[in-house]
């Protein structure tokens, strides 16, 4: 008996971010859209050959978006906002560049508001978010892109002369609903409407030689009520044909209270993921029980969200026990919803002598479910490779600042003296092609210590004359000197190891570099505080220093997945990050930002585990704050989760003002702080920076007009939703000094 392996999706940025420079190129029209296309197709056959060069009996694919698979499939099934006009005339590829930024290629319509981003469960991946009409109709379908990939996969397989099984991946029906907005009150009441769609896609993969489906429904980790749990049964009864042969994908948690709904679809297999669960062979022995005899159990066992190998030894406990009872029932496969949340190819690194042979990206996750497979087979002996991380609790347990927000921030205003709606900037100011040189060049010894520090000055002196032209209240240094908020701490603390080339997509081209926890983590030197000095000295106004808080830093650094491992490392960056607070602050600097935009998206995905989450989410944070006096002012920011479940944590957080994203969302967080309230000083993002379009001053007053509503004028910032990182220098000045006016305009109209 044989047992069939494969992934659940593989990363599409290249080993060398091919994806990124294509696409980047040709959105600023340096090259037209053949040579594009031939870029991005070449990272796809690479994908494909990998899978056949692993081994895998299985070749996945229909995972390869330009952008976003959500987006993908959301433009295949027809789906137009009306604030897009003109979309219909451009052709696939253009139209979810149009969707996705709110600027179509061409200049030829209007910019428009961009799909709302939001993180994909608890993952720094980001999603673009379906936007679902009152009556959507399905009419307008395109499947092209889906086929083309499915032919392309084909014909790799021809010309290697190889046959394997292929397998295509969608979004399942029940998950892409649930991850939608609508406009009706019950999302569920477009399922009747979709699954025609659905039918008539899985039909046409059929006819084109397509094996299996892989429906992703990562909401079967949820705790799911009985109106969705109705609702995926009545779902797959109306999704029975064949061919191809269904699999449905779980993943991220165990499949808890829906364990049953879900081994009990009428499909030909299920996949579970067994590396977020401290018990492993108890939950696979759970499904196999649930599961009917005829059914297949593909079973995740190697990690796609951690780059450490794979543990032999637990997974051939694991699968040996499911091999006896499943024989050729059993697949192997990767655990998370795809490889895109790892590196590439670790064969681009140079790994330190004390991680060899411990560590493992996507490629080579390739060859460890093969192996697995033969682990489960008894074709292969474990080895103890696996490894583990000793950590030193934090001796004195969490701490917190002193003193209420209330006479805080009176004694702030008292010292600071701002005006009625401060304006200010979320932290980072562009990242020019001049930086980028200038870094490469001093990392690879072409620049000397001297000259790199005095380019950073000269970007750091500009980002500080520019605020100081268009009139911005409190101003930050613009992070010349940072590749990205967390990669930047970590490369200053013990505990972390920073690869050269581990590039991860976080959403489009926008790809991030996670650090890699090795050991304790401690800060054995300051971070940002000359940086952050020099700034002070060039203006009179306050300057922000600007910190990485806890809770992001470990959320987007390759980490123990286990809770207990997770509280220590929290705290003990904390305590780094407290340190440095203590630092600024006796340098001078009044104004302290301790960003945590991934302060929800560590949120386990059950509601018995949350509470514990939020404890220590909460405690981590105000540690990190509790050196502040009580005249420095402490800002936090927050930006593309659903904030909306908790209010109440982020208020105990005790930050005195938090800059919070709103516009991507249509001001719907707004409605949260109606109905929960928020206590202290907040800034809802006028604007989004992550589109190329740039809003009006009217635009932006929208969001102040509707916020003021629910919270005092004197508690309330102006800012953009984050950082300026990745726009350029005219269109940064042009939309701030929108802001500027915007500000200019409320202050006249409500400072009465």
């Known amino acids: ?68 698979l959500v987006l993908t499939q959301a433009t295949a099934f027809g789906i137009v906002p009306p604030r897009f006009s003109g979309a219909e005339t451009l052709d696939t590829f253009d139209r979810q560049f149009y969707f996705a930024r709110g600027r179509d290629h061409t200049g030829q319509f209007s910019d428009t508001a961009a799909l709302q981003m939001t993180k994909w469960f608890d993952t720094n991946y980001h999603y673009l978010v379906p936007e679902l009409a009152e009556n959507q109709s399905f009419d307008h379908t395109d499947f092209s892109q889906i086929l083309k990939q499915v032919n392309d996969t084909k014909a790799i397989l021809n010309s290697k002369g190889v046959q394997k099984e292929l397998k295509v991946v ?57 109106k969705w749990q109705q609702a995926f049964e009545r779902a797959y009864n109306g999704l029975q044909r064949t061919p191809p042969k269904l699999i449905v994908a779980s993943y991220f948690d165990t499949l808890g209270n829906n364990c049953n709904v879900a081994c009990n679809l009428p499909v030909s297999g299920i996949h579970i993921d067994v590396t977020r669960t401290s018990q492993p062979k108890q939950y ?47 697949w192997v496969g990767s655990s998370g919803s795809s490889l895109l949340h790892l590196p590439v190819d670790l064969t681009h690194e140079n790994v330190p002598e004390n991680l060899q042979g411990k560590l493992a990206f996507a490629k080579q996750k390739l060859a460890e479910v093969v192996l697995s497979a033969k682990l489960a087979t ?83 002196h500009r980002a500080v004359d520019e605020q100081e032209k268009l009139g911005i209240d409190v101003l930050v240094h613009g992070e010349a000197e940072r590749t990205d908020m967390v990669e930047y701490f970590a490369q200053y603390m013990d505990g972390f190891w920073v690869s050269q080339n581990g590039w991860v997509q976080s959403y489009g081209t926008r790809c991030v570099r996670p650090p890699i926890v090795v050991g304790n983590i401690s800060r054995p030197t300051a971070m940002t505080v000359e940086w952050t000095k020099f700034a002070q000295s060039l203006t009179n106004k306050p300057m922000k220093g600007m910190l990485t808080g806890p809770v992001t830093i470990l959320n987007w650094s390759f980490a123990p997945s286990d809770s207990a491992t997770r509280d220590i490392l929290r705290l003990q960056i904390a305590e780094a990050i407290n340190q440095e607070v203590s630092d600024l602050q006796d340098a001078g600097i009044g104004i302290i930002q301790i960003d945590e935009p991934a302060f929800r998206e560590g949120l386990p995905l059950k509601e018995a585990a949350k509470n514990h989450y939020w404890q220590q989410a909460v405690a981590a944070f105000r540690h990190a704050s509790s050196s502040a006096y009580p005249v420095t002012q402490i800002h936090t920011h927050m930006c593309y989760s659903s904030f909306h479940d908790c209010l109440e944590h982020i208020l105990a957080m005790d930050a005195d003002v938090i800059t919070i994203e709103t516009a991507r969302s249509g001001l719907q967080l707004l409605d949260a702080f109606k109905e929960n309230g928020y206590h202290n000083a907040i800034g809802p993002g006028v604007y989004d920076i992550h589109s190329p379009r740039t809003p009006s001053a009217q635009n932006m007053q929208v969001v102040i007009d509707e916020a003021i509503k629910y919270i005092p004028k004197e508690r309330l910032w102006v800012n953009p939703d984050c950082g300026l990182k990745t726009r350029g220098w005219s269109e940064t000045i042009l939309a701030l000094q929108n802001m500027m006016d915007m500000t200019q305009k409320v202050r006249e109209v409500y400072g009465k």
């Open 1 to 68: 008996m044989t047992v069939q392996t494969h992934i659940l999706g593989y990363p599409r940025i290249g080993d060398k971010r091919q994806t990124k420079f294509a696409l980047e190129k040709y959105w600023a029209g340096k090259q037209d859209k053949q040579a594009t296309l031939a870029q991005i197709q070449a990272v796809f056959d690479t994908n494909i050959n990998d899978q056949i060069d692993a081994g895998l009996s299985v070749v996945t694919t229909g995972d390869f978006a330009h952008y976003d």
């Open 170 to 226: 969608l979004v399942g029906p029940l998950t892409f609903l649930y991850l939608a907005n609508s406009k009706k009150a019950d999302k569920l009441e477009h399922l009747d409407a979709l699954l025609p769609v659905y039918a008539d896609l899985l039909g046409k993969l059929g006819d084109n030689g397509v094996d299996w489906v892989q429906l992703d429904e990562p909401i079967l980790s949820l705790d799911l009520d009985n």
């Open 284 to 330: 696979v022995t759970q499904v196999i029980d649930h599961l009917p005899t005829h059914k297949i159990l593909s079973i995740g066992v190697v990690d796609g969200r951690s780059v450490w190998t794979t543990n032999q030894v637990l997974t051939q406990e694991i699968l040996a026990k499911a091999y006896t009872k499943l024989g050729d029932r059993l």
């Open 378 to 460: 008894g074709e292969a002996a474990a080895s103890q490779n696996a490894t583990q991380i000793e950590l030193t609790a934090y001796a004195d347990g969490a701490k917190v600042r002193e003193g209420k927000f209330d006479e805080r921030y009176a004694s702030q205003q008292a010292k600071l003296n701002l005006p009625l709606f401060p304006t200010t900037t979320i932290g980072s100011f562009p990242q020019t092609q001049e930086i980028r040189k200038a870094r490469a060049d001093w990392k690879k010894g072409n620049l000397s210590d001297e000259l790199y520090q005095k380019a950073m000055q000269d970007e750091i």
